[in-house]
């Protein structure tokens, strides 16, 4: 049961979200729901506790990354992949949404309480969880215009009745920050009342109300829902976008920090514990905030590393990412970056805001559309267009430079770019395609004429089999350099996520830092050359005393000098 303390800390943030607000209902009742649905969970849920350490590691897929001669069960299907070639490397798998869904590849979600059928059924995720941890969506901004709650939405039927946004004209619109271009209201009559719609995403995707306590008790029941099958780490989908206010931005408004708050403080009420994570494609400071005071998001997504790690290797310049590195806080226990490089989605530019110079990222895109690289738009005050992210597959991406424009080191930028990620501080994310070098799926993007499609290939898994038993394939040289550098990380105590890390300027052709474990016994220097030559370094120590952990063979010039090749990572350990 629940002390009253705990009860009051619940009682407490239910008022500060919903002070001004007229409510259906006594804030009280609301309080007993969330008591009833804490205690109901732990009364038949064994407490059982998360580890993180330098193990933990996310693999990034769909439910349906893998197919197979139009064979239903398709979790299943990755799931003996993962098996058989994963799960030495990762230990969490972040299924992008698998819930029935009428577009946006799952995003827009008809049911958070059933699975597609195409992808197979609820024991699948459940026996999967027994040996690995799973990342799921809660997208919890938005359902689709097509679901069973928008349906009984029109029909003024629960559950769905006053689940969604509805704005008068007389709300103002105008300081509204856009992740989109499409017409964000939609005009409607129903309950002989002239009201507009809000849709932040896209037509088919109607953002639900939150000012109605029933909605995040919904939430809610869905998260502990999700829980009973063995998930315990939730992204919340665009979540900064949650509420809307009259005249203002209606982005990381204070209720929504305090509803995360909120969240954060069940999840620790629980038997099971689990991980909340924050997905805010946005710049840094308004991204960094999401941790609150240790209060709120478990984990947030690094979005500036993706941004700031292309610019660095296609313009051979490590001067901002040494810069950002430098400023960037460090985290404590409990709290972490995930980094990534590659997502379901493409590379978000507004990260790069106050980081990068206009002219950087001017040139930064003008290089990714040389690429390959397709733009989503979103809109600002004045009513123009500005770049949202640039969709184009990792591979593409590092492709190609200005002083490499035959691609003569693609592999190299390629690999040593996941090295970054893989032992900056924080945990790993790799998306599913990144570990083949899957190139831009321009087929499907003819097809579809969705931007995101790029980067959102569906492999046969019979294939990609054959190709990992070829040696001499593209796939197979890619998965093995990149599991490698997982592999050794899963080894060493000063990568574990809140390690230390210091940032050494060698100049504007090095990016390096340096770890150190949580027991101070173990240091790595991480150093990656980002030049199209032969960099010889001196660093302030008696190289001697340290292994490079990726080339154990490698040489040095003198004890204090090491030659690195172009665009060459090395991790130097002390032990």
Same mark, same amino acid.
């Given at each position: 049961?629940?002390?009253?303390?705990?009860?009051?800390?619940?009682?407490?943030?239910?008022?500060?979200?919903?002070?001004?607000?007229?409510?259906?209902?006594?804030?009280?009742?609301?309080?007993?729901?969330?008591?009833?649905?804490?205690?109901?969970?732990?009364?038949?849920?064994?407490?059982?506790?998360?580890?993180?350490?330098?193990?933990?590691?996310?693999?990034?897929?769909?439910?349906?990354?893998?197919?197979?001669?139009?064979?239903?069960?398709?979790?299943?299907?990755?799931?003996?992949?993962?098996?058989?070639?994963?799960?030495?490397?990762?230990?969490?798998?972040?299924?992008?949404?698998?819930?029935?869904?009428?577009? @946006?590849?799952?995003?827009?979600?008809?049911?958070?309480?059933?699975?597609?059928?195409?992808?197979?059924?609820?024991?699948?995720?459940?026996?999967?969880?027994?040996?690995?941890?799973?990342?799921?969506?809660?997208?919890?901004?938005?359902?689709?215009?097509?679901?069973?709650?928008?349906?009984?939405?029109?029909?003024?039927?629960?559950?769905?009745?006053?689940?969604?946004?509805?704005?008068?004209?007389?709300?103002?619109?105008?300081?509204?920050?856009?992740?989109?271009?499409?017409?964000?209201?939609?005009?409607? @009559?129903?309950?002989?009342?002239?009201?507009?719609?809000?849709?932040?995403? %896209?037509?088919?995707?109607?953002?639900?109300?939150?000012?109605?306590?029933?909605?995040?008790?919904? #939430?809610?029941?869905?998260?502990?829902?999700?829980?009973?099958?063995?998930?315990?780490?939730?992204?919340?989908?665009?979540?900064?976008?949650?509420?809307?206010?009259?005249?203002?931005?209606?982005?990381?408004?204070?209720?929504?920090?305090?509803?995360?708050?909120?969240?954060?403080?069940?999840?620790?009420?629980?038997?099971?514990?689990?991980?909340?994570?924050?997905?805010?494609?946005?710049?840094?400071?308004?991204?960094?905030?999401?941790?609150?005071?240790?209060?709120?998001?478990?984990?947030?997504?690094? #979005?500036?590393?993706?941004?700031?790690?292309?610019?660095?290797?296609?313009?051979?310049?490590?001067?901002?990412?040494?810069?950002?590195?430098?400023?960037?806080?460090?985290?404590?226990?409990?709290?972490?970056?995930?980094?990534?490089?590659?997502?379901?989605?493409?590379?978000?530019?507004?990260?790069?805001?106050?980081?990068?110079?206009?002219?950087?990222?001017?040139?930064?895109?003008?290089?990714?559309?040389?690429?390959? %690289?397709?733009?989503?738009?979103?809109?600002?005050?004045?009513?123009?267009?500005?770049?949202?992210?640039?969709?184009?597959?990792?591979?593409?991406?590092?492709?190609? %430079?200005?002083?490499?424009?035959?691609?003569?080191?693609? #592999?190299?930028?390629?690999?040593?770019?996941?090295?970054?990620?893989?032992?900056?501080?924080?945990?790993?994310?790799?998306?599913?395609? %990144?570990?083949?070098?899957?190139?831009?799926?321009?087929?499907?993007?003819?097809?579809?004429?969705?931007?995101? @499609?790029?980067?959102?290939?569906?492999?046969?898994?019979?294939?990609?089999?054959?190709?990992?038993?070829?040696?001499?394939?593209?796939?197979?040289?890619?998965?093995?350099?990149?599991?490698?550098?997982?592999?050794?990380?899963?080894?060493?105590?000063?990568?574990?996520?809140?390690?230390?890390?210091?940032?050494?300027?060698?100049?504007?052709?090095?990016?390096?830092?340096?770890?150190?474990?949580?027991?101070?016994?173990?240091?790595?220097?991480?150093?990656?050359?980002?030049?199209?030559?032969?960099?010889?370094?001196?660093?302030?120590?008696?190289?001697?005393?340290?292994?490079?952990?990726?080339?154990?063979?490698?040489?040095?010039?003198?004890?204090?000098?090491?030659?690195?090749?172009?665009?060459?990572?090395?991790?130097?350990?002390?032990?």
């Amino acid at each position: 049961m629940l002390s009253q303390k705990d009860q009051k800390k619940i009682n407490s943030k239910l008022i500060s979200i919903y002070k001004g607000i007229k409510l259906s209902s006594d804030i009280n009742a609301y309080s007993e729901e969330i008591f009833k649905i804490i205690n109901k969970f732990n009364k038949t849920h064994l407490k059982k506790r998360i580890k993180i350490s330098e193990k933990t590691s996310v693999v990034i897929c769909y439910g349906d990354s893998l197919i197979e001669n139009n064979q239903k069960k398709l979790l299943k299907i990755f799931q003996n992949f993962y098996k058989k070639k994963l799960n030495k490397y990762f230990n969490t798998v972040h299924y992008l949404p698998f819930y029935p869904s009428s577009s @946006d590849s799952g995003f827009a979600v008809k049911d958070h309480y059933n699975i597609d059928q195409r992808l197979g059924s609820w024991s699948d995720i459940n026996n999967f969880s027994k040996k690995n941890s799973i990342m799921a969506d809660i997208v919890i901004n938005h359902a689709s215009a097509r679901g069973l709650w928008f349906k009984n939405f029109l029909k003024d039927k629960s559950p769905g009745k006053n689940y969604f946004l509805t704005v008068d004209k007389k709300f103002d619109t105008s300081k509204v920050v856009r992740p989109r271009d499409h017409k964000l209201l939609k005009k409607i @009559d129903i309950f002989k009342k002239n009201d507009y719609l809000w849709r932040t995403f %896209s037509p088919d995707q109607i953002d639900l109300n939150f000012k109605n306590p029933s909605v995040l008790l919904r #939430f809610i029941k869905i998260m502990t829902n999700l829980m009973t099958y063995g998930v315990t780490i939730f992204r919340l989908d665009a979540i900064a976008y949650l509420w809307k206010q009259s005249g203002t931005k209606s982005i990381n408004l204070k209720q929504t920090h305090e509803i995360i708050k909120l969240l954060r403080l069940i999840c620790n009420l629980l038997n099971i514990s689990t991980i909340i994570v924050t997905e805010t494609n946005l710049p840094e400071k308004e991204n960094i905030s999401y941790f609150g005071k240790h209060d709120e998001a478990n984990w947030i997504y690094n #979005f500036s590393l993706p941004p700031l790690l292309m610019h660095a290797f296609l313009f051979e310049n490590s001067s901002a990412l040494n810069k950002w590195s430098n400023k960037l806080p460090s985290t404590k226990l409990g709290n972490n970056y995930l980094n990534f490089i590659a997502s379901h989605d493409g590379i978000g530019m507004r990260p790069a805001e106050g980081i990068l110079s206009k002219n950087s990222i001017k040139n930064l895109l003008n290089r990714l559309k040389k690429n390959g %690289s397709k733009f989503s738009f979103r809109k600002i005050q004045n009513k123009t267009k500005k770049v949202y992210e640039a969709n184009i597959t990792v591979f593409n991406a590092l492709q190609k %430079s200005d002083n490499d424009p035959k691609g003569k080191y693609f #592999f190299e930028r390629y690999i040593s770019a996941h090295a970054i990620m893989i032992s900056f501080e924080g945990i790993p994310a790799v998306y599913f395609n %990144s570990l083949f070098g899957t190139s831009n799926d321009e087929a499907k993007f003819i097809i579809s004429g969705n931007n995101r @499609d790029v980067n959102r290939y569906r492999w046969n898994n019979t294939n990609l089999l054959n190709k990992l038993k070829n040696n001499r394939s593209k796939q197979y040289i890619f998965y093995k350099n990149i599991t490698n550098l997982l592999e050794i990380r899963r080894k060493q105590s000063a990568f574990h996520p809140n390690a230390s890390r210091q940032t050494i300027n060698l100049g504007p052709k090095i990016f390096c830092f340096k770890r150190v474990s949580l027991d101070k016994r173990q240091t790595i220097i991480c150093i990656t050359n980002l030049s199209s030559e032969v960099q010889n370094t001196k660093l302030k120590i008696n190289l001697l005393n340290f292994k490079n952990l990726i080339l154990p063979n490698h040489q040095l010039v003198n004890k204090s000098v090491i030659e690195i090749q172009p665009f060459q990572t090395l991790w130097l350990s002390n032990r």
